[in-house]
């Protein structure tokens, strides 16, 4: 079965700040794509990046970067010089490979807020 | 192009009625997945609807039932309902590996 871990519960930040969200995954699929999401308080998730199980390059867009890494299995994500429009839930979710195949398997999700 | 939209948005039913809930993919997409949302629980998966066929479902009773049109418009339907039904259902749609969420419609069970 799969499992993503969001180990961080809530994290307040101030505006400007750098933050850094954690997510650990388990699957034993050698094929799987891992994303993230946030949710506003409308309710809506949107979806922000997606990453392949074969491609570890990180990359940054905009304000967000992600590190990807396969030997932890870890795929932490970071807003530099936060917003308070960023406050939200973020989501880390696991999907694909063989045993799931593209049903999206989530964390219990990170609460941000940024204060002004 | 729009993005997905899901109806109503809002509900408020009692123990025991059956509800159904709408929703309308981003144009092109022919696949159709369903989540609730609960405090409790998480996000978890209901089901995937593909070319009108469930091709993947998750662990939840057979209550839980959904079906596909030819459209790629799908809905999913409650029966019997219960207060533990009460939360968010988020219904997304993809083309590949991506899914793409609508504002979802609260359901309360009163």
């Known amino acids: 079965a799969q499992k993503v871990t969001q180990a961080q519960t809530e994290i307040s930040v101030v505006e400007k700040e750098d933050v850094t969200l954690d997510c650990v995954y388990e699957?034993?699929?050698?094929?799987?794509?891992l994303f993230w999401y946030k949710q506003p308080p409308s309710g809506e998730l949107v979806f922000l990046i997606r990453r392949n199980s074969f491609d570890e390059q990180n990359e940054i867009s905009g304000r967000y970067s992600w590190n990807f890494q396969k030997s932890t299995s870890s795929f932490n994500f970071t807003i530099t010089a936060s917003q308070v429009v960023d406050s939200a839930v973020y989501f880390c979710?696991?999907?694909?490979?063989?045993?799931?195949?593209?049903?999206?398997?989530f964390g219990e999700g990170t609460q941000l807020t940024v204060n002004p | 192009k729009a993005g997905v939209t899901q109806t109503p948005r809002y509900l408020i039913k009692t123990r025991g009625q059956q509800v159904t809930l709408s929703c309308s993919p981003i144009?092109?997409?022919?696949?159709v997945s369903w989540y609730q949302q609960t405090p409790g629980q998480g996000l978890q998966f209901l089901f995937e609807y593909f070319s009108e066929t469930q091709r993947n479902k998750g662990n939840f009773p057979g209550r839980f039932s959904g079906r596909q049109f030819s459209n790629s418009r799908s809905e999913m339907n409650v029966s019997t309902l219960e207060l533990g039904d009460s939360a968010l259902y988020l219904c997304?749609?993809?083309?590949?590996?991506?899914?793409?969420f609508g504002p979802g419609t609260r359901l309360t069970v009163l």
């Open positions: 144009s092109g997409h022919r696949s």
């Open positions: 979710a696991l999907s694909g490979g063989e045993t799931s195949g593209s049903r999206l398997t």
């Open positions: 997304a749609s993809s083309s590949g590996d991506t899914q793409y």
């Open positions: 699957t034993r699929d050698t094929t799987y794509y």
